[in-house]
């Protein structure tokens, strides 16, 4: 049996999935079994753009759909990632982030439509990673995510934040404009490996001394923000003149 599900997962799969506060203390309360999955990646020398992945979601999708990532270039500001709902049928898709399903092979529940690493190319991790996640019954934790090559390129550390008004989630470089820090829940969502000494490696590629935090707000904010002064983001209005005003506002004109 292949080990590797190539057809697009469900949207009842996909919105059976935890959400971000729901898998929001799975890195904390299963600690060792990622500190295992970090070690595998070590283990069978996989590409720095491989990672580990903590299963969830943001928003839910309907049949046709998928949960899709891509570049966009921002004039004034430099390049944000943007992942939303988008029909299968609108672009060529590739596999960005994997779980593994209850028939034990790794599926991609959602896309970049840039071009990443055939992980096929990896059989013997994958049947010891899908072993191992099944074993541990980890099917909901934690999978694969895989870099596109301009993600490999990223130097510096990223923020991903919702942004509900829209169903999207915007990725950012932290050195980029952010709004203020009003999040109830702040998480790392990818990892790279680690050797035996636990030991974050190095000098492959940034992608494995870089990290992702995912920030998710309070569903309750919103009702008390106006949009009169600026534009609702997160639950909150992000005042006019601000930089992450501009940012947001060259966002919305190019995408």
Known sequence: MALIKKDFVSAHTYNSLPTIKEAANVPREYAEDLGYLQRLLAKH????????????????????????????????????????????????????????????????????????????????????????????????????????RSEAEVKTDRKEFEFPEEKCTITMPITFPLPEATHKIEIDTDWGALDNNNKRQRGKTKTQSTRTKCSHGDEDWGEECTQEDGIMFDGRVVQLGTPFHGLLNNLMEVW
């Open 45 to 148: 020398d996989v590409p720095a753009s491989v990672g580990i992945r903590l299963i969830h979601r943001h928003y839910e999708i309907a049949e046709g759909e998928a949960m899709v990532f891509r570049n966009i270039e921002l004039p004034a500001h430099g390049t944000v990632e943007v992942m939303r709902a988008t029909p299968i049928e609108a672009a060529q898709l590739y596999g960005k982030n994997f779980f593994v399903g209850f028939a034990a092979r790794l599926q991609a529940y959602e896309y970049t439509s840039e071009t990443t690493v055939d992980l096929s190319e990896y059989k013997t991790f994958i049947a010891e990673f899908v072993e191992i996640v099944v074993r541990r019954k980890l099917q909901h934790k934690f999978g694969l995510k895989i870099n596109h």
